[in-house]
């Protein structure tokens, strides 16, 4: 009974996640590692050249675990002059619950940079992207495969097992505002930064229907914002941050807070020593889950490591156990960098 009841809540979820794509988008919980998926505005802002990549699987403890795979390179161009172009290129695949829901998707980004002084400045970008979506309906256990007692998957469920894939173009637009001052050298650390941004995805609504019918894709709003402030004369600095995502019926609101500990600053002029730090921290997805969160920096690297704890009335069943997330970032400069990096744009 206890293996009949996984199996049906595993379907539950499936429907569920078969609904909700509708009009809810996939997300990573470390979202500061997701510049780009969050706004085109962010492809090459702050670094000249970064790679992430992004891994998540959740509901390992209902039934078939969800699984989502993301990797982003963009960089900067004409570095030199005031204002930049910024290029970008990331990838995703989503695989969801036991009929292996699959998303996936390609997108280029391009952005410009304008600077208004040296403190302040103005982003804005555009992507547009090829998507894919398919569904393994062999994977799915039906009503119709219970005899009152046990499940029996040789037993005929009436349900249609092939469903065709679909594919349709992606596009998004979004803006920055970014301010940055002074630096994060471990003998002052009295930087501070904001970063506030807007974006909107899906603004053509495309068809989204492995049937072909009339369902389209619901336009997503993206608020997000994000500040690193130094505590002056001291090795902390306090990240605050937070989303909103507006997409159809639904809604997500995640506010976040992280401290960063730096434990050695860079050698402001030689190089000879690395950049090291580590945060710790979390975040709070409103009527969903607590997220925490542990990062540790080395030079031009960074690993974080995050796990979701359900709170919604899924957790009945998921005992509190969302997933776990891992990010990995490269992100190079050519500049000089202090305690972190010292130039903000």
């Not at 804005?124 to 799915?140: D, E, F, K, P, S």
């Not at 909107?200 to 989204?208: G, L, M, R, S, T």
Request: proline share 3%; with cysteine; net charge positive.
């Amino acid at each position: 009974m206890k293996a009949a009841f996984l199996k049906i809540t595993g379907l539950f979820l499936s429907v569920l996640v078969s609904g909700e794509s509708f009009s809810q988008d996939i997300h990573f919980s470390q979202f500061d590692e997701t510049p780009v998926l969050l706004n085109p505005a962010n492809v090459g802002v702050p670094h000249e050249l970064r790679v992430i990549a992004n891994y998540k699987s959740q509901w390992q403890s209902v039934n078939a675990p969800f699984k989502t795979i993301a990797v982003t390179l963009d960089g900067r161009l004409f570095k030199k002059k005031k204002n930049h172009l910024g290029i970008g290129l990331d990838f995703f695949s989503d695989k969801a619950g036991a009929g292996q829901m699959k998303t996936t998707q390609i997108n280029f980004s391009l952005s410009g940079m304008v600077l208004l002084n040296k403190s302040n400045l103005i982003s804005a970008g555009l992507m547009a992207g090829y998507v894919q979506r398919g569904v393994n309906a062999t994977g799915y256990s039906w009503g119709n495969q219970y005899d009152g007692m046990a499940y029996d998957a040789s037993r005929l469920s009436g349900e249609v097992n092939t469903v065709p894939n679909f594919n349709f173009v992606d596009f998004a637009g979004g803006i920055q505002y970014s301010y940055g001052s002074h630096e994060m050298y471990m003998t002052a650390n009295n930087a501070k930064r904001l970063n506030l941004g807007v974006a909107i995805f899906h603004p053509h609504q495309p068809a989204y229907s492995f049937y072909g019918d009339a369902t389209r894709l619901y336009m997503k709003y993206v608020f997000h914002g994000d500040a690193a402030i130094g505590l002056k004369n001291t090795n902390i600095v306090l990240k605050p941050s937070y989303i909103v995502f507006l997409q159809g019926p639904t809604k997500e609101i995640t506010p976040g807070l992280t401290a960063q500990y730096i434990l050695q600053g860079d050698s402001k002029y030689t190089g000879i020593k690395k950049f090291m730090a580590v945060s710790l921290g979390g975040y709070y997805r409103a009527k969903d889950a607590a997220i925490a969160l542990i990062k540790f920096e080395y030079n031009s690297c960074a690993i974080g490591f995050s796990y979701d704890i359900n709170l919604s009335k899924l957790r009945t069943v998921s005992n509190t156990k969302g997933g776990f997330e891992i990010a990995l970032r490269y992100a190079f400069d050519t500049y000089r960098r202090g305690a972190t990096t010292s130039r903000f744009f």
